[in-house]
């Protein structure tokens, strides 16, 4: 087996060579490749952007919107001493709802305008403070919530939008 040495008198490292000599892969000078100039179209605004990933960081996702509706309307009663935050959270549903009721125009449907005018009523009373009346206040919420949320899924309000 004899062996190929480099032209340029280097000492490398000898290959075995082969009874057909094979060409190099490239041939000549190697070549810069030509500058490509991108023009960068400017972007949104930052406060833009600012508003928008603030926006997003408030988002509730859908399913904790059910857990919401299922504490208010399962089995047990909350404990009065949850009965406030509850309220926040069914009265953040509500508004969380209606919004995507309107982004994706189902507040056109008959259904959906007077569950979005029921939600709107509850949401302008103010919390009793006695447990009962408080109670009954967060369980006609958290059906509005819930009816509203069944019919922007029928209607496809929740899959064009959220």
Do not use: F
């Not at 280097?10 to 060409?23: L, Y």
């Not at 995507?100 to 029921?118: F, G, N, R, T, Y």
């Amino acid at each position: 087996m004899t062996t190929a040495s480099t032209v340029t008198g280097a000492h490398q490292p000898s290959v075995p060579s082969t009874s057909s000599t094979r060409e190099p892969l490239m041939s000549g000078p190697l070549m810069p490749a030509p500058l490509i100039r991108v023009r960068k179209a400017p972007g949104p605004p930052v406060e833009l952007l600012a508003r928008v990933a603030e926006g997003l960081r408030e988002v509730k996702p859908l399913d904790e919107i059910l857990d919401d509706i299922g504490d208010v309307l399962g089995n047990q009663a909350p404990p009065a001493s949850e009965c406030e935050g509850l309220n926040q959270r069914l009265r953040a549903d509500l508004i969380r709802l209606t919004r995507i009721a309107l982004a994706a125009k189902k507040d056109k449907d008959p259904e959906v305008s007077a569950l979005l005018q029921h939600a709107d009523r509850l949401m302008s009373e103010d919390v009793p403070a006695d447990y009962r009346l408080r109670l009954g206040a967060l369980r006609r919420m958290a059906n509005t919530a819930n009816d509203l949320l069944e019919r922007l899924t029928k209607t496809g309000g929740i899959k064009e939008v959220a």
